[in-house]
């Protein structure tokens, strides 16, 4: 174990210090500025936590540790290998992003930075629990906040878009809960504990018709709360009523929790149910890349058209998943990170038009980047790297999911394609389908003579420009030097193969 001081509790500090923040808030404190404070330091402890941890040992470290109640096997445990402390390095950074562009707040301006800490803290405490409760009960202290941001503060049909959000994700919840007691009751009594390596270490007790009935449950749990196709539509709707904060949170990190869930628990727990639900899932993906991707380019308005996008980009992911080799996983996971720095990168500037402007509507928008450099510069990097060019952290995942995606289960001087081969092919179109939304809506927005619409006096935010480029800054590092992140990923994927090989080589 790695004797850096601050080790044994740098992740209580990451997940606690938002909550006592929002307890301040809410008592009194000055909102902004304690919650800005709280997200720079939680970035710096996030940094500390990745010098902290050693590479050469790998696995889980950093960890801390607190038993409730034993004689259950619940405990509040912490604990981080590569891919949770990317995923906090995502959480943190989002965070110091969302706080730092959060203009004026004109009402109950405590309890709207309060739920961002809460949201935050929920994502975090989420992606370094090691007992099964409390990483199911960090992502729902992450919701609450979620559903009352998008009801008060929102825009639009913000109580219809609130209401959506809250029944389709409840139900989602409720669908994951079922599954992870049934993944719970399925281990014999003297070997039921909350602990998620325990478990993993007694899986072999599961038959593959079990493991197949409980995948199932967790698959479609989880999928609700990515926005897996057919459960996408709440989504778009949510997005584009959202405050910015909130969105670049949900879309950037929150949503990320599912597909970490997949890795985490689902895989590793349950080998055999994944390979037996693999081609539901590979069709499943196809719809989320070809079908929503279509639907993007019909979109009319910049908010709804990244809504859509997002949940596009999200059968990337599952494809890197359904891979089930090292390349895909860890190209999953880097894809994780760079879709969750872009789109808040895209959802930020997208506030920021509709606060200048009043609308985000193609037809009554156009010429912006003539007005505001910036804007358009930044707008279009952010364009870029979510379409995946070369030089930005998107490319680069997205090339080892391909990659890894058509590589698995490929047999020498076979002639004909693997299903998950063919969901590839189907995939590499959604990158073309990516460049026709994207450029269109630059082209509409962004390019041309000022619209008559566009001629708002209001000047842009001066607290935008820093965190863009901050988060910009990070595409770029993870583009250019992604063996940055991936010497941080690759391990805790190759662990999870050599898990999943193990017990395939045990039931056969």
Not at 50 to 64: I, S, T, V
Not at 95 to 114: D, S
Not at 384 to 391: K, R, V
Not at 458 to 468: D, G, Y
Request: aromatic residues 14%; contains cysteine.
């Amino acid at each position: 174990m790695n004797d850096f001081p601050m080790s044994a509790s740098v992740l209580s500090y990451i997940v606690f210090l938002p909550i006592f923040t929002a307890l301040c808030i809410l008592l009194g404190a000055p909102a902004r500025k304690s919650a800005l404070c709280t997200a720079g330091l939680n970035f710096f402890f996030t940094l500390l936590g990745f010098f902290a941890y050693g590479r050469d040992e790998g696995g889980y470290q950093l960890n801390a540790v607190m038993a409730l109640i034993p004689a259950w096997g619940l405990s509040l445990n912490f604990a981080a290998d590569g891919l949770s402390l990317v995923m906090l390095l995502l959480t943190t950074t989002v965070t110091l992003a969302a706080v730092w562009v959060t203009p004026a707040i004109e009402k109950r301006a405590g309890l709207f930075y309060a739920c961002i800490m809460l949201i935050s803290a929920g994502a975090a405490g989420a992606f370094v629990s090691q007992d099964l409760f409390f990483f199911y009960a960090f992502h729902e202290l992450a919701l609450i906040p979620t559903f009352l941001m998008i009801g008060i503060w929102g825009s639009g049909e913000r109580q219809k878009a609130a209401w959506q959000i809250t029944i389709y994700l409840a139900v989602g919840s409720i669908v994951l809960l079922i599954g992870l007691i049934k993944l719970y009751l399925a281990f014999p009594p003297e070997l039921r504990t909350f602990d998620i390596e325990t478990l993993i270490a007694n899986r072999d007790v599961l038959s593959a018709a079990t493991q197949g009935g409980i995948y199932i449950w967790l698959l479609i749990g989880f999928g609700i709360l990515i926005s897996l196709f057919p459960f996408h539509t709440w989504a778009p709707t949510a997005y584009a009523s959202a405050p910015t904060p909130v969105t670049m949170l949900h879309a950037g990190v929150l949503k990320k929790f599912g597909l970490y869930g997949l890795i985490r628990v689902a895989l590793p727990l349950l080998p055999e149910g994944a390979k037996h639900w693999a081609n539901l899932l590979l069709v499943l993906l196809v719809c989320n890349i070809i079908y929503i991707g279509l639907v993007t380019i019909a979109q009319k308005k910049v908010d709804l058209m990244l809504g859509y996008s997002s949940v596009m980009h999200m059968g990337y992911v599952f494809l890197g998943i359904a891979a089930g080799n090292v390349m895909g996983i860890t190209g999953a996971s880097m894809l994780m990170l760079a879709h969750g720095l872009s789109i808040a990168v895209l959802f930020a500037m997208s506030g920021e038009v509709r606060r200048l402007y009043g609308t985000l509507e193609f037809s009554k928008l156009g010429g912006i980047a003539k007005k505001h450099a910036f804007l358009g510069y930044a707008f279009g990097i952010a364009a870029f790297a979510s379409i995946g060019l070369p030089g930005f952290a998107n490319f680069s995942s997205e090339l080892m999911v391909f990659f890894g995606a058509f590589s698995q289960g490929a047999i020498r001087y076979s002639t004909s394609f693997t299903p998950i081969q063919i969901a590839t092919v189907f995939a590499l179109w959604g990158v073309v389908i990516s460049a026709v939304y994207m450029l269109r809506m630059y082209h509409l927005v962004f390019m041309g003579e000022p619209d008559s619409a566009t001629t708002s006096s209001i000047q842009p935010s001066c607290t935008l420009r820093l965190p863009v480029i901050f988060l910009i800054l990070a595409l770029v590092v993870g583009g250019f030097f992604p063996q940055l992140f991936i010497n941080y990923l690759k391990p805790s994927a190759q662990r999870l193969i050599n898990e999943v090989a193990t017990q395939t080589a045990s039931n056969h």
